[in-house]
C-alpha cells in the first residue's frame, strides 16, 4: 500500500493519494473489528469505472488486490468460525 501511494504522489494524481492515504497506518493500527471496512474501502481503489489499475502500473496494484482479497477471506473465515 505504501508503494501505492508513493506511485499515484509521483505520477500527481491527487485524486489517488486522498484516497490512499489514510489506508497504510489504518491496515497496520486497526483493530481486527475494524480492518474489514479498512480493507473493504482500500478494495473499492478498484472499481469497474474508476479504477486504480487506469492510474498505476499493474506490478504494484495487482499485488495489493490480491493481499486485500486474502486478507478480506481470512477475516470471513475469523467471523465464520466464530473468532
Do not use: C, K, Q
Not at 501505492?4 to 485524486?15: I, K, N, P
Not at 497506518?25 to 473493504?40: C, G, I, P, S
Not at 486478507?71 to 475469523?78: A, C, M, P, S
Amino acid at each position: 500500500m505504501d508503494r501505492l501511494l508513493t506511485a499515484a504522489r509521483e505520477r500527481g494524481s491527487h485524486r489517488w493519494v486522498t484516497f490512499l492515504a489514510p489506508i497504510p497506518d489504518r491496515l497496520r493500527d486497526d483493530e481486527l473489528t475494524a480492518l474489514r471496512a479498512t480493507a473493504v474501502r482500500a478494495r473499492a481503489a478498484y472499481g469497474p469505472r474508476d479504477s486504480i489499475r487506469d492510474v498505476l502500473p499493474g506490478e504494484l496494484t495487482e499485488p495489493l488486490l490480491n493481499a486485500l482479497d486474502r486478507l478480506i477471506r481470512e477475516l470471513n473465515r475469523r467471523d465464520a468460525s466464530g473468532g
